[in-house]
């Protein structure tokens, strides 16, 4: 029984991995040497690493942050990620400065979160962002961090927050519609069954996860069926690196390993120009793993994963709870 069970999960991954082939051949080049894969069935495409919104607020000075921000765009990565709540604004603020310069804005297909569940809360999230981001549209926006039963009803009721993000499309505010998270695989499945096309699905992808609670074995595959952009994160297990430093992997196999699957970006954690300039070699120079380094990686991360310890996001609570709390108190 153990080992047919292995057999299975070796097969859904590999299987996994064949998909990511065919994506890995619909990539292009950008003008900025990036390559580029298809968000879903938008029409649009972005490049296959994208520039991590809170690791921007968590740069310590803000004139560094904006020189990395523009270093990124100048060297091609034009897919910036964002959210309403990270470091209280202030990662949306940095980047609205940095885009404000020249032309970047122009340059960068941008996607930011919201955290709200009503419509209220949801016009409030975006009419911060629109401002922070000092831009006029959102190209890509996120309800974030799907992680409660009573998300999926909350976003699609009379007063939810999915109403507002379709008005706001009307408007021209935002361009696509997707959801994030990163808790349980279950909660996204819900939101999947739900009567809306979406444009993109955020969820942990990595070496860990494919043993524990996984979304690239249970949620990628419907995305995939269902041609939804998919964008990847975590790669390095946390926004401090706990593979790379527990595991002893390197981060660019990591991010390799990532970008094998059928996804169509990965978010970075991005904190220095070394670490802006190790993606940037990783992607450029991108090629998908052999069947046999990824049974390698799985194999040396099958123990450390199997308690999910080390993936704390999947066993904590992370990402508007606010929201959840203000309701509750009434």
Same mark, same amino acid.
């Given at each position: 029984?153990?080992?047919?069970?292995? *057999?299975?999960?070796?097969?859904?991954?590999?299987?996994?991995?064949?998909?990511?082939?065919?994506? @890995?051949?619909?990539?292009?080049?950008?003008?900025?040497?990036?390559?580029?894969?298809?968000?879903?069935?938008?029409?649009?495409?972005?490049?296959?690493?994208?520039?991590?919104?809170?690791?921007?607020?968590?740069?310590?000075?803000?004139?560094?942050?904006?020189?990395?921000?523009?270093?990124?765009?100048?060297?091609?990565?034009? @897919?910036?990620?964002?959210?309403?709540?990270?470091?209280?604004?202030?990662?949306?603020?940095?980047?609205?400065?940095?885009?404000?310069?020249?032309?970047?804005?122009? $340059?960068? @297909?941008?996607?930011?979160?919201?955290?709200?569940?009503?419509?209220?809360?949801?016009?409030?999230?975006?009419?911060?962002?629109?401002?922070?981001? *000092?831009?006029?549209?959102?190209?890509?926006?996120?309800?974030?961090?799907?992680?409660?039963?009573?998300?999926?009803?909350?976003?699609?009721?009379?007063?939810?927050?999915?109403? /507002?993000?379709? +008005?706001?499309?009307?408007?021209?505010?935002?361009? /696509?519609?997707?959801?994030?998270?990163? +808790?349980?695989?279950? @909660?996204?499945?819900?939101?999947?069954?739900?009567?809306?096309?979406?444009?993109?699905?955020?969820?942990?992808?990595?070496?860990?996860?494919?043993? /524990?609670?996984?979304?690239?074995?249970?949620?990628?595959?419907?995305?995939? $069926?269902?041609?939804?952009?998919?964008?990847?994160?975590?790669?390095?297990?946390?926004?401090?690196? *706990? #593979?790379?430093?527990?595991?002893?992997?390197?981060?660019?196999?990591?991010?390799?390993?990532?970008?094998?699957?059928? #996804?169509?970006?990965?978010?970075?954690?991005?904190?220095?120009?070394?670490?802006?300039?190790?993606?940037?070699?990783?992607? *450029?120079?991108?090629?998908?793993?052999?069947?046999?380094?990824?049974?390698?990686?799985?194999?040396?991360?099958?123990?450390?994963?199997?308690?999910?310890?080390?993936?704390?996001?999947?066993?904590?609570?992370?990402?508007?709870?606010?929201?959840?709390?203000?309701?509750?108190?009434?």
């Amino acid at each position: 029984m153990i080992a047919s069970s292995r *057999r299975e999960f070796l097969q859904t991954v590999l299987g996994g991995l064949a998909l990511g082939r065919m994506a @890995f051949a619909s990539q292009e080049t950008s003008a900025g040497g990036l390559p580029t894969r298809p968000l879903g069935n938008t029409g649009e495409r972005v490049t296959i690493i994208g520039l991590g919104g809170w690791d921007v607020g968590a740069v310590r000075e803000k004139k560094e942050a904006l020189a990395i921000m523009h270093e990124a765009v100048d060297n091609g990565l034009t @897919f910036f990620d964002n959210c309403w709540e990270y470091h209280q604004g202030r990662s949306e603020e940095w980047m609205g400065e940095a885009m404000a310069e020249g032309k970047y804005r122009d $340059k960068v @297909f941008l996607m930011t979160k919201v955290c709200g569940r009503d419509a209220k809360t949801a016009q409030q999230n975006l009419e911060d962002s629109l401002r922070r981001l *000092r831009t006029d549209h959102i190209d890509l926006w996120q309800f974030h961090g799907i992680q409660w039963d009573d998300d999926p009803d909350l976003i699609f009721g009379e007063n939810g927050a999915l109403a /507002y993000a379709l +008005k706001a499309q009307k408007e021209g505010k935002v361009r /696509y519609i997707g959801f994030t998270g990163h +808790k349980h695989p279950r @909660f996204h499945l819900a939101m999947l069954q739900k009567p809306y096309e979406w444009a993109s699905v955020q969820m942990p992808i990595n070496v860990l996860d494919a043993h /524990y609670e996984s979304f690239q074995k249970q949620v990628l595959p419907e995305c995939v $069926k269902r041609n939804i952009g998919v964008i990847g994160m975590k790669a390095l297990g946390s926004q401090n690196g *706990r #593979i790379p430093r527990e595991l002893g992997i390197p981060a660019p196999l990591l991010r390799r390993f990532a970008l094998s699957l059928p #996804i169509t970006s990965l978010i970075c954690g991005i904190q220095s120009r070394e670490n802006l300039r190790q993606d940037l070699a990783m992607a *450029r120079d991108f090629q998908p793993l052999s069947e046999e380094e990824v049974k390698e990686l799985l194999a040396k991360a099958a123990g450390p994963a199997a308690s999910g310890q080390i993936e704390q996001y999947k066993v904590g609570n992370y990402g508007c709870d606010w929201w959840h709390n203000l309701q509750k108190q009434g």
